[in-house]
Every structure is written in structure tokens, then in C-alpha cells.
């Protein structure tokens, strides 16, 4: 293999990115075949460093496994900028012959049918998560491939403080509020750590209980996009209800409403938060502050109403391989190739010596190592027992933009959970308005 400092070359790219070349000694940039039969690929993905990362090594060893297949690595802006990037070279046909990209409603957005690749017939599809699937599917055909693990919508929390109350994990919200008054009335000074200083972290209360919600009504998500069910209304009002609940309770830090993402994640690991509802890709946020504590905060899924419900709300892969339509003859079988190569045993390896593992995978037969923090060990046995379900944006393309400014101040005693609720039904309809979904 040509070590990877003769391999990589730096080149401008139109959308104002860079591109980091993993061509091969010997090929010369810009040329998609070889008369040997050789193959270039381009594949665009985000320019976050630990996005690039993944991408990198999976190129490397896809190339030394295909020979005769090269990857040459694009970046992208991030967030909105990057969304119109990826819109426009998909509208005007020169998108990568591969491209990273979002799942679920982002995707919807890039009305997938008519410019991605349909990979619904390729054998691999089979070891897909079925929670993955639905969220790469349309009613026409399945598009995409994940380059990482999925993540939870959960209750961060101590083990310490547990083990040294002698308090089980709570499966019901009336549970939950009971460990909670234990844990104050024990003097740990956050029973509950909430973060308005970042406000989207105040939205977990709500999103994460979508589990329970689906679990009551498994068809809320479409009467939702329909405008048939509204977040007023059970069981999605629950949310609101519960994160108003525990503010009037007094079970929050009292920095709640300066208090930053950062802070909350140390405040769990020291001790001085016992819960914090977060996503599980903290556990990168852990690993940089609090390393030693990677065996102390674990995590169990947000408890609703009913202790028969309990189970986690989950989040698909954040990277997710597509392949656009522009891509054809030699390029299309190779990117096929690549895809598959994705859902290798050794891919998810690569995966998580490159990025810190978030969650379980979504691949049948990849498995996450052995040091894994607790927090993202703790998953797994609702993964294997079933017990998850697809957090609302995999399921429908409206999310109102206002959400994390209505959750703070239900969070913070300025609004009422039904003022909030019905704020964001408000909020909702504007955005399904914007998007043209017929019955709003």
C-alpha cells in the first residue's frame, strides 16, 4: 500500500471546499478510467474533521482490498450551506458519484426517487436495521447506506449515585420523579441537569419520548404529517407535561438556564448531576472532559406514563452513503461496491477506530468494542430486545424550527406545558406550509 503522505494531494474545490485526493501514485487526477479498467470514484461528504476521518480510512481500505478502484475524498460545508451544495450539484447533475448525506426528513427534502440511486434489490439491503431502512425509504425504493452507529435519545446518569442510594433504573415517569426527589433529598445538588445556555439541548424531554408516543399510537407519526395529530393532544403532549413537571418539582440545577452541554455532561460525570436527558453521542463529549468517568454515566431510555412502553427513542447514523443518479456505467457498479463494502464486519470496525462509537451499529454482524462507555453500552440490550423506536424525524419530513425556544421556556416556569404545546403545533404548521404538504 503507498503511504497515505504520497497519496493525498489538496485541490480546490467549485463549492468552496477542499477536496483531499486519495488517488494512487501513478493515476493522474481526473481521470475516472484507466485503459487498465481502472476506476475513480469522488466522494463527497462534510468537512467535519471526524466525518473526514471516517471517510478517509474506509477509502484506504476499500483500495486495498479493489485495486483497481480509487476514492478521492470531497469535503463540504457543514449545515445549511452544505445542504445547498448537495441540492445543487444533485439538480444540476454534478454531484460525487458518492455523497454523504443526512437520513430521514433531510433526505426526503432531496426527493430521493427521482435524483439517488435505488439499491433496493442489492443482497446487502438484507442486513440493514429495519429502523435504518425506514429511514433511507421512500414508497418506491431504499437509498442509502450508513457510515457509522445510530445514537438514543436517554436519561444520562450517575451509576454511583445509584448504587449508593440503592435505586433501580425507573421505568415509568412516576418512577423516575421518585429517584429524583430521593436523589435531592440525598443532597446532590442536580437531580436533574438541564442546559438552556444551549438552547437546542432543551428539547430532549419532548424528542426523546417519542418511543412512548409511537408505542401508544404507532400510527402518530403519519396522522402527525397529515395533520391529524397534534402535540396538544396524547400521548405527544406528555413531553411537554413531564419537562413542565420537573421544573415545578425544583429538581433542576440552579444554573439550569446558563448552564452549557458541556457543563451538563461533566456535572453527570462528577457527580454533581445525577440525570441529564441527552443524546448518546456524549459520549465523545465525555471522552474529551471527563474520561475517567466512562464507566459511571450510563444511560436507560426516557421514561413515559406507562412502565410497559419503556424503550428508546433512537436516531439513525448521522452518515449515511448515497449514490446520485448521475452516476453510471463502471462508476455505478463500483459505487455499488463501496456500499457493500460499507456493511462489512471490518467497515464498522473502521468506523469506530476513526470516530468514537455513539451507539449499536444498524448492520448485521458488526459489533461495537469492548471499551465502549457505559453510557452506549447500556443501548444495546434494547436494541436486541426490540425495545426501540425511530425518533420523528426519520418518519416525517416537519420539524418546527422554534422547538429548542418553546422548551426552554416551558423548561424555564415562563410558559405552560399546554402553551407550549400549542405554540409548537403553531410552529409546525407554518414549516409544513413552507414544505407544501397537502392538508395543512
Known sequence: MVPRTTRRSIVALGAGGLALSLALAGCSAGDSESDGGAVEL?????????????????????????????????????????????????????????????????LQALNPDQTLVNIADEAYVDKLDENFIKSVAT??????????????GAMLYNK???????????????????????????????????????????????LGDFNNVLAEDPDWAEKYTNNQAKYVDQPAFAGFEHLQAAYDAGLFNEDFASATYADGVSMVATGEGAHYPMLTFAASQLATTNPEAADTVGSFPIPGDDASTFGLTVWMPTYTVFVPQS?????LDAAKQFLEFLTTPEACDIESEANAPQGPFVVEGCSLPDDVPAMVSDLQPYFDDGKTNLALEFLSPIKGPALEQITVAVGSGITSAADGASQYDEDVKKQAQQLGIEGW
Request: aromatic fraction near 8%; proline fraction near 4%.
Open 42 to 106: 469522488s466522494f463527497l461528504v462534510d468537512n467535519g474533521e471526524s466525518t473526514v476521518a471516517t471517510a478517509e480510512a474506509l477509502a484506504d481500505a476499500f483500495h486495498e482490498e479493489n485495486p483497481d478502484i480509487t476514492i478521492t475524498v470531497e469535503t463540504r460545508p457543514q449545515g445549511a450551506d452544505g445542504d445547498n451544495v448537495v441540492k445543487t450539484r444533485l439538480a444540476t447533475g454534478e454531484m460525487a458519484d458518492l455523497f454523504q448525506y443526512n437520513s430521514g426528513s433531510l
Open 139 to 152: 414508497d418506491d425504493g431504499v437509498y442509502g447506506v450508513p457510515m457509522g452507529q445510530s445514537m438514543a
Open 160 to 206: 454511583d449515585i445509584y448504587a449508593d442510594l440503592g435505586l433501580e433504573i425507573p421505568e415509568s415517569w412516576d418512577e423516575f420523579i421518585a429517584n429524583s426527589e430521593a436523589i435531592k433529598e440525598a443532597g446532590v445538588a442536580a437531580p436533574i441537569v438541564q442546559t438552556y445556555g444551549d438552547t437546542w439541548t432543551s428539547q430532549l424531554f419532548v
Open 327 to 331: 452516476t453510471e456505467g463502471a462508476k
